[in-house]
């Protein structure tokens, strides 16, 4: 277990499993924004100790390297969409957590929504949402942090839906000056948008230099934008 001020050393994760760094502590406002200043996140299921992680290597992507495939373009240019923020926050998580194929289980439980939720009325949790004939069928959430975002979790009832959302966000992001969305661990869907792996000392270089500790934030409030 760690304090709110202190971490033990990235140095120190273990290798197996991958960045499992410490056990136990709650998540609280104040422990969550000092773990992710640190590049920490909680990930756990249900009923289980909070465990907190800093993988190596660092899935992100920076603003200027996004890839659109000609499908995605495609479907973006449809306009049959509306981009809202931060409108149903509590909602994108939870569509986030509903069962998925060949999945057994999820993350995203009760605990969790609930933090984040606190984290988003502080102003420094936003969810970017797809709209569609008056329906919210994709989106994603994370967290706001100097110049830096964490993506956090993506969902999609609609073809692309998850990924119109994400251009929109890594497009105004850039225009926001924002320098690096961190994605995590390797997934086959982020690499196709562009993210990529790097050592976790070079993730942690890029926090200390771009990251920040708002007492609070704001909310987010862009829409369709020209991608």
């Known amino acids: 277990m760690f304090s709110d001020s202190l971490f033990p050393p990235l140095e120190e994760a273990l290798l197996e499993p991958n960045g499992l760094l410490a056990v136990g502590g709650d998540l609280s406002p104040n422990r969550l924004i000092n773990a992710y200043?640190?590049?920490?996140?909680?990930?756990?299921?249900?009923?289980e100790p909070i465990l907190w992680w800093s993988p190596n290597p660092?899935?992100?992507l920076f603003p200027g390297e996004l890839k659109v495939s000609r499908s995605l373009k495609k479907s973006i240019k449809k306009n049959n969409y509306l981009i809202r923020t931060d409108l149903h926050?509590?909602?994108?998580?939870?569509?986030c957590a509903?069962?998925?194929k060949n999945q057994a289980g999820t993350w995203i439980h009760p605990e969790m929504i609930?933090?984040?939720?606190?984290?988003?009325?502080?102003?420094?949790?936003?969810?970017?949402?797809?709209?569609?004939?008056g329906e919210l069928v994709g989106g994603l959430y994370g967290i706001a942090l100097g110049s830096v975002f964490f993506g956090e979790s993506m969902f999609s009832c609609a073809p692309d839906a998850s990924k119109i959302a994400f251009v929109h966000l890594v497009k105004q992001l850039a225009e926001w000056n924002f320098v690096l969305i961190d994605c995590q661990t390797s997934t086959a869907h982020l690499a196709s948008l562009g993210a990529r792996e790097?050592?976790?000392?070079?993730?942690?270089?890029?926090?200390?230099k771009w990251i920040k500790h708002p007492?609070?934030?704001k909310k987010w409030n862009f829409s369709n934008m020209n991608v």
């Open 37 to 47: 200043k640190n590049g920490i996140f909680p990930w756990f299921n249900e009923n």
């Open 198 to 208: 790097i050592p976790r000392t070079e993730f942690s270089r890029l926090l200390n």
């Open 89 to 95: 926050f509590t909602q994108v998580m939870q569509a």
């Open 215 to 217: 007492e609070q934030g």
């Open 98 to 100: 509903a069962p998925r």
């Open 114 to 133: 609930a933090a984040y939720s606190t984290l988003h009325e502080i102003g420094l949790a936003h969810s970017v949402e797809t709209w569609m004939n």
């Open 58 to 60: 660092r899935m992100v």
